[in-house]
């Protein structure tokens, strides 16, 4: 008698509330870890450990996007404010290709130190915190389950670059930071293009239309 009161479920309105605070959560956490490793670059030296804050840092604008009201999602407004994002994101992308490579050709003056390269761990640990937080919103929103796929993808490349610290402490293989950088850029010049094409070919609905699936 007693347990037929506990399951209350509000289906219908599971995709309104998405509470603030899970993006802003994601977001604090993130916010650190791109701090860290920031300033653990500048001792460092690692451009691999830069473009990795750098590419949280665009994490942060991508949250900032999620955090606009879900409900007001057709309006064009929130549309435009994503289709900006997006861009930003690429050019930062384009951005850290362009350095790696300027790094790669030219010749390197200070070589990276690679225990500082294991900072990353951070902003894997950001990632994990992330996909987390997403895993239920990612339910029901689109935009959440791209942003989900984005952060597990990423633990991937923290992976390749831990290897490649390995690699730089025992061969001294310092072209490694710069092409782990080149990784980076491209993977996140990949992604945002990726999503401004589909942005392109399906229209405005494509942020929301996941709720028919
Ligand atoms: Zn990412």
């Keep these: 008698m007693l347990t037929a009161s506990i399951p209350i479920v509000h289906r219908h309105a599971s ?3 998405i509470h603030p605070r ?5 977001f604090a956490v993130t916010l650190l870890a791109a ?3 920031l300033a ?3 001792s460092g030296r690692s451009l691999f450990l830069v473009a990795d804050a750098v590419h949280l840092i665009a994490h942060l604008g991508i949250f900032g996007v999620l955090l606009i009201p879900t409900v007001r999602w057709h309006e064009r407004g929130e549309d435009m404010a994503t289709i900006v994002v997006l861009t930003v994101v690429f050019m930062i992308a384009i951005g850290i290709m362009a350095a790696s490579i300027r790094h790669m050709v030219g010749t390197s003056d200070v070589p990276p130190d690679p225990g500082f390269m294991l900072l990353s761990l951070l902003g894997l640990g950001a990632n994990m915190t992330t996909a987390y937080l997403f895993k239920k919103p990612a339910e029901t929103r689109w935009s959440f389950r791209a942003a989900l796929a ?5 633990g991937a490349i923290t992976l390749a670059g831990l290897a490649g610290a390995l690699a ?4 001294a293989w310092y072209w490694v930071d710069p092409s782990l950088s080149l990784v980076i850029g491209f993977w996140l010049g990949a992604w945002s293009a990726r999503l401004l094409g589909r942005r392109i ?6 942020w929301t239309v996941d709720e028919n699936h």
């Design 40 to 42: 653990g670059s500048w």
């Design 35 to 37: 701090g860290a490793e």
């Design 201 to 206: 070919r399906v229209g405005r609905g494509v």
């Design 15 to 17: 995709h309104a509330h």
């Design 150 to 154: 984005h952060e597990l993808s990423d």
């Design 168 to 171: 730089i402490k025992l061969f």
């Design 22 to 26: 899970t993006v802003l959560t994601a």
